[in-house]
């Protein structure tokens, strides 16, 4: 017999305004034991210094987790010159000083514009990246060699927004596996000087939004008084996906492919994946088709998660296929 999984099974995403101070799985830990759900997850961590958009997924919405970590990112970052430390941000030792370079508009934008675009990264050494197993940083406080190679990032938008005598605001707009604060370490060394991250936002997270977010202290006390509250701010399980086309289906065939079986009689369409809906509004999972034009599951919610059983309630992320207006 299955073992039973203890806690409520509970199904969406959370958008949360991370903290600085804090780990995202200090903030999964404490939203999961709050809400006792079954199982709650992140869409792409970030460091504890840093704060701003962080998705959390609940249950079903794991399925689709690797599209937020996938996703373009957008951040605002501080910049500080004339030291360097080992974290590459403000919450690491100092390891080395420098002059602080002479700041001004015209050598920003020159400096700015080496990193924009496709390039190659050398990720931090104290970072959760693995090696055997093991995160390279606990690696590192081992005194263990970590064979890091650099790795293929773009850099979509890169723009200052302001300057001081020692410090420099950016906008970052960037693909996945980019470290900011790896950014402002190598724009340290390309202004001949040294450099950190000081200060690290998240406004954006695949399309999820700072004003969508729900900052955590506030949030865990309104859970905490109220058992309905969570229903009122988790966003649906397809809020990941809704940059995928959609494709609307018939009870029987929705329940064909949860149960694994192929669907014929669909025209043949040019796209990879599709978003699968019973009747234009309850999501069920992600549908492909083959060279014939029958639909295959991809990645499919469960029964019990699929819920076909009429008209399914949109959170404040909304929900459903895009109108045809």
């Known amino acids: 017999m299955a073992r039973r999984r203890k806690g409520i099974p509970i199904n969406g995403v959370l958008v949360v305004d991370k903290p600085a101070g804090l780990s995202s799985n200090r903030v999964v830990q404490r939203v999961k034991s709050l809400t006792r759900a079954q199982k709650v997850g992140h869409t792409g961590a970030l460091d504890p210094m840093a704060t701003g958009v962080l998705p959390l997924v609940f249950g079903e919405a794991s399925k689709f987790s690797q599209f937020g970590l996938d996703a373009d990112k957008q951040y605002l970052g501080r910049i500080q010159f004339g030291v360097a430390t080992d974290t590459l941000d ?14 001004d508009e015209v050598l920003i934008e020159t400096v700015l514009q080496e990193f924009r675009g496709p390039q190659m990264q050398l990720p931090p050494l104290i970072s959760a990246l693995k090696q055997d197993g093991q995160p390279w940083y606990k690696l590192a406080r081992q005194g263990i060699s970590v064979e890091r190679t650099p790795r293929e990032i773009i850099v979509h938008e890169l723009a200052f927004r302001a300057h001081g005598p020692d410090w420099l605001d950016i906008f970052v707009r960037c693909s996945k ?9 190598d724009i340290g060394r390309a202004f001949g000087s040294v450099a950190h991250l000081r200060q690290l936002r998240r406004i954006d997270a ?3 939004q700072i004003d969508q977010a729900h900052p955590l202290e506030p949030l865990l006390e309104r859970l905490a008084d109220d058992s309905g509250e969570l229903k009122k701010v988790l966003c649906p399980v397809d809020t990941l996906i809704t940059h995928l086309p959609a494709i609307s289906l018939s009870e029987s065939e929705c329940m064909t492919l949860i149960h694994g079986q192929k669907v014929a009689g669909h025209s043949r369409v040019e796209c990879d994946t599709m978003r699968a809906y019973f009747e234009s509004h309850q999501f069920i999972g992600l549908v492909q088709q083959d060279e014939s034009g029958h639909l295959l599951a991809k990645r499919m919610l469960t029964p019990a998660a699929a819920g076909m059983r009429g008209s399914s309630e949109s959170g404040p992320c909304g929900s459903g296929m895009p109108s045809k207006e």
Do not use: C, Q, S
């Open 90 to 103: 403000a919450d690491g030792a100092i390891t080395e000083t420098a002059d602080i370079p002479v700041l």
């Open 177 to 185: 596996g980019t470290y900011i604060r790896t950014l402002a370490y």
């Open 206 to 208: 695949g399309g999820l």
